[in-house]
Structure formats: structure tokens, C-alpha cells
């Protein structure tokens, strides 16, 4: 983690990003525990288009999130910036071309409830359609 802080520090001040800015993102790293880096891997198909290569990357995110969470862990799923830097990519993880983080899916012991916050009205963004 403290390698992945460090880079990110190198990749802002090399891509023009504010201190504050560096700063949040260095914040996973410096107050993470263990974080897991899901990586999309885009390979051709003719078979599996590649949005749904994308979606099936966020799919594999998601049920980490749900599996940690139901294991009683605290689990978040985080990107920022950096995450969309392909050289942070590289550097990090040696990332090829074809191949993104999706996610990095921190997991920890829980130490205090995340805050709530405004949720969209479900029935008002919702349509339901009878034939
Ligand atoms: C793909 C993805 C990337 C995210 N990246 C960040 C991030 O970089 N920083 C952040 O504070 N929250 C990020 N979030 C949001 C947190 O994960 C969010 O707190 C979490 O999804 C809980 O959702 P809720 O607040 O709607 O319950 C991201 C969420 C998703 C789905």
C-alpha cells in the first residue's frame, strides 16, 4: 500500500493535479488495510462484446463487495483518478494495454458505520411497462 501511496504522489505531480486532489487519493492507500485490484482484461472475441467484458469486470467487483460485506467485513469499492492513469496501471500492477482496473475493493474490520446520504427516488426514475 505504501508503494501504490507513493506512486500516486509521482503520477499527480507528473499529471497536474492539486495537492487536495493528491491527497484523496493517496488517502485509500495510507488508510487501507488490504485492497484487492479487480483488472479487466479485454481480450477480441467475436463471441463476447467488449462493453460486456467491461460489465462482466464490474459483475466480478460487486460480488467481492457483497461476499466481504456478508462475511462481516467493511468493504468499499474504490477507483479516483489514478486508477484511470495508465501509467499508474503500469507501474502498479504492470498492466498491459487491453487491460483496466475495474476496481480496487478494500476490505477491513469495520470501525464505524459509513454515513448515510441522499438516495434517489426509486419509484420516480423508475418505469414499469404492461403489455
Ligand atoms: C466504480 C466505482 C468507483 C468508485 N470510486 C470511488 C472513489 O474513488 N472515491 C470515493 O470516495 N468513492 C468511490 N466510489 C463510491 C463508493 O464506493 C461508495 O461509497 C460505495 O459505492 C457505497 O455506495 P453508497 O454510498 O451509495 O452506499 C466508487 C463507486 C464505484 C461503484
Not at 463476447?48 to 466481504?68: D, H, K, R
Not at 500492477?93 to 475493493?105: K, P, Y
Request: net charge negative; proline share 6%.
Amino acid at each position: 500500500m505504501s508503494r501504490l501511496s507513493a506512486l500516486t504522489q509521482d503520477r499527480g505531480i507528473a499529471l497536474g493535479k492539486t495537492p487536495e486532489e493528491i491527497d484523496k487519493a493517496r488517502n485509500q492507500f495510507d488508510m487501507g488495510q488490504l485492497a484487492v485490484a479487480v483488472i479487466e482484461v479485454q481480450k477480441p472475441s467475436e463471441k463476447i462484446p467488449a462493453i460486456e467484458q467491461t460489465y462482466s469486470a464490474g459483475a466480478v467487483c460487486l460480488a467481492l463487495l457483497n461476499a466481504a460485506l456478508a462475511a462481516g467485513w467493511g468493504a468499499n469499492w474504490l477507483s479516483g483518478w489514478q486508477a484511470h492513469d495508465p501509467e499508474f496501471c503500469r507501474q502498479a500492477f504492470d498492466l498491459q494495454e487491453n487491460e483496466r482496473i475495474a476496481g480496487l475493493i478494500h476490505i477491513a474490520t469495520e470501525s464505524k458505520a459509513p454515513p448515510e446520504r441522499p438516495r434517489p427516488d426509486v419509484a420516480a426514475i423508475t418505469e414499469w411497462v404492461s403489455e
